[in-house]
C-alpha cells in the first residue's frame, strides 16, 4: 500500500492547472474500465470561507446526501490508516505531487517549475514517466544526478500525447492486476449430512481432491481451507492446505484466513459441496473476472442473491469483510448484497446445487448417473 493505495501516482513537477487538467483526461479516459480517484491539497488563493454545514457549529462529521453523490465532511485530518481505508476499493489514485507524494511518480519537465520541482527532489522515489512541456530541453540535470537510470525512464510529450500517456497507464494497471489463487471450502463440520462431504467420491477421487485439482488451471496457487491444524493433518501432502486463522465464523472465516495470509492475491472461493460445478463453470467466472469491483459472483436460486460460495473476491474485498464483521455481520452473502459486485449468470443452472443432507446427496447421485448416461449415448 502507498499513503492512498495499492495504484498510486503523483503528478507532479509542473502547475497545478495542468496537473488537474490531465488527472482529468486520465479518468476520463479509464474510468469505465477501472475505480478512479483524484488527492489534492487547496491552495492558499482558494476561497475558503469557515468550515462547512456543521462543522462550524461544532459536529466532528456531516453527511449529505447530494443528488448525484454523496458527501462527508470530517473536522479532524485524516490518519494514513483512514485514508486508505477510504480509497481502498480504488484501482488507481492520481495525486497532484505538488502537494502530497504518492509511492509512484509521474514528473512534467517544465523550465518554468525547474526550482520548485527541485525542492521535492527527496519525492521522486520511483519515477516511471516523464512528461516533458513544450518548453523542455531535457531531463534536469539535479533529477539525472539522483535518479541513476533517469535514461531507462520512458518520456512523452505532455501535450501532444495524451493516448499514449492513456496507454501508459492502462499497461500498468493491467501488470497490476492481482494474481488469483483458489480456496476450495473443506472445514465445514457437515453436521446435517453426518459425514465430511469433503470427503465424498463423485469424480473418482474426494471431492477436495476434486475441487482443487479444477481450479489449478486457472489459479496460480490453490488452497484446501480446514479448521485448524488437527484436520490439516488429515489432508493430502500433495496438497496445499490453509487452517483458519479467523475461528468460528465458517466460510467468512475461511476467506478472512485466506487474505490473511496473502492480502493482495485474488480469491476464487468455491465450497466443496458443489458437485455439479465443473470446468465451463469455472472458466465462465474467471473470464468474466470484473477486477474494478470487490467481487464476481455467480446469481443463485436464492432471491437471485450472490452465491457467494463459488465467488471471485478482489483484494479490495478484504477491508469491507473486515468492516462487516467490526459490526457483528458474519455472513459473506450480506457483504456481496450491499457491496459493488459483479453478478453473472451460471452457464449451467444446475451447477450451483450443493449437498447438505442425504436427500440432497442421492437427488445429485441421480443427476450425476443421468449426466454420464447421456453423454456416453452421445
Given at each position: 500500500m502507498g499513503n492512498f493505495g495499492r495504484n498510486e501516482w503523483a503528478i507532479l513537477g509542473g502547475p497545478c492547472t495542468v496537473i488537474k487538467f490531465l488527472a482529468d483526461q486520465l479518468i476520463t479516459a479509464l474510468s469505465p474500465q477501472y475505480?478512479?480517484?483524484?488527492?489534492?491539497?487547496?491552495?492558499?488563493?482558494?476561497?475558503?470561507?469557515?468550515?462547512?454545514?456543521?462543522?462550524a457549529s461544532g459536529a466532528a462529521l456531516e453527511y449529505t446526501d447530494q443528488l448525484n453523490h454523496s458527501q462527508l465532511n470530517y473536522k479532524a485530518g485524516l490518519t494514513p490508516f483512514t485514508q486508505?481505508?477510504?480509497?481502498?476499493?480504488?484501482?488507481?489514485?492520481?495525486?497532484?505531487?505538488?502537494?502530497?507524494?504518492?509511492?509512484?511518480?509521474?514528473?512534467?519537465?517544465?523550465?518554468?517549475?525547474?526550482?520548485?520541482?527541485?525542492?521535492?527532489?527527496?519525492?521522486?522515489?520511483?519515477v516511471q514517466?516523464?512528461?516533458?512541456?513544450?518548453?523542455?530541453?531535457?531531463?534536469?540535470?539535479?533529477?539525472?544526478?539522483?535518479?541513476?537510470?533517469?535514461?531507462?525512464?520512458?518520456?512523452?510529450?505532455?501535450?501532444?500525447?495524451?493516448?499514449?500517456?492513456v496507454e501508459f497507464f492502462q499497461e500498468k494497471l493491467q501488470q497490476a492486476k492481482p494474481v488469483l489463487n483458489g480456496l476450495v471450502l473443506a472445514g465445514g463440520k457437515s453436521t446435517r449430512m453426518g459425514f465430511d462431504k469433503g470427503g465424498v467420491n463423485w469424480y473418482g477421487k474426494e471431492q477436495r481432491y476434486h475441487m482443487a485439482d479444477l481450479l489449478k488451471k486457472y489459479c496460480q496457487q490453490v488452497y484446501i481451507s480446514c479448521r485448524d491444524e488437527e484436520q490439516?493433518?488429515?489432508?493430502?501432502?500433495?496438497?496445499?492446505s490453509l487452517p483458519d486463522t479467523f475461528i468460528g465464523l465458517g466460510p467468512f472465516g475461511a476467506i478472512l484466513s485466506a487474505f490473511r495470509d496473502q492480502p493482495d492475491a485474488a480469491w476464487l472461493v468455491i465450497a466443496c459441496d458443489l458437485p455439479l460445478v465443473?470446468?465451463?463453470?469455472?472458466?465462465?467466472?474467471?473470464?468474466?473476472?470484473?477486477?474494478?469491483?470487490i467481487a464476481t459472483?455467480?446469481?443463485?436460486?436464492?432471491?437471485?442473491?450472490?452465491?457467494?460460495?463459488?465467488?471471485?473476491?478482489?483484494?479490495?474485498?478484504?477491508?469491507?469483510?473486515?468492516?462487516y464483521l467490526a459490526q457483528g455481520y458474519s455472513c459473506p452473502r450480506?457483504?456481496?448484497?450491499?457491496?459493488?459486485?459483479?453478478?453473472?449468470?451460471s452457464p449451467n443452472p444446475d451447477a450451483l446445487a450443493n449437498v447438505n443432507t442425504p436427500e440432497e446427496l442421492e437427488k445429485i447421485k441421480r443427476i450425476l448417473h443421468q449426466k454420464i448416461a447421456t453423454n456416453h449415448a452421445s
Open positions: 475505480q478512479c480517484a483524484y488527492a489534492d491539497t487547496s491552495h492558499n488563493d482558494d476561497t475558503v470561507v469557515g468550515m462547512p454545514g456543521k462543522l486508505r481505508e477510504l480509497f481502498s476499493a480504488m484501482d488507481l489514485v492520481l495525486v497532484n505531487g505538488n502537494h502530497q507524494p504518492a509511492k509512484a511518480q509521474v514528473v512534467i519537465i517544465d523550465s518554468n517549475k525547474k526550482a520548485s520541482l527541485q525542492r521535492r527532489l527527496e519525492q521522486l522515489t520511483n514517466l516523464f512528461l516533458f512541456a513544450d518548453n523542455a530541453e531535457g531531463v534536469f540535470d539535479y533529477i539525472q544526478e539522483a535518479i541513476p537510470n533517469w535514461e531507462q525512464i520512458p518520456v512523452l510529450s505532455l501535450n501532444n500525447d495524451t493516448r499514449q500517456i490439516q493433518k488429515t489432508i493430502s501432502a500433495d496438497y496445499a465443473d470446468a465451463d463453470v469455472i472458466e465462465h467466472l474467471v473470464n468474466n473476472r470484473n477486477t474494478a469491483t459472483a455467480y446469481k443463485s436460486d436464492y432471491k437471485g442473491f450472490p452465491e457467494p460460495l463459488i465467488t471471485i473476491y478482489e483484494p479490495k474485498s478484504y477491508p469491507v469483510l473486515l468492516q450480506k457483504v456481496l448484497i450491499n457491496s459493488d459486485v459483479a453478478v453473472l449468470q
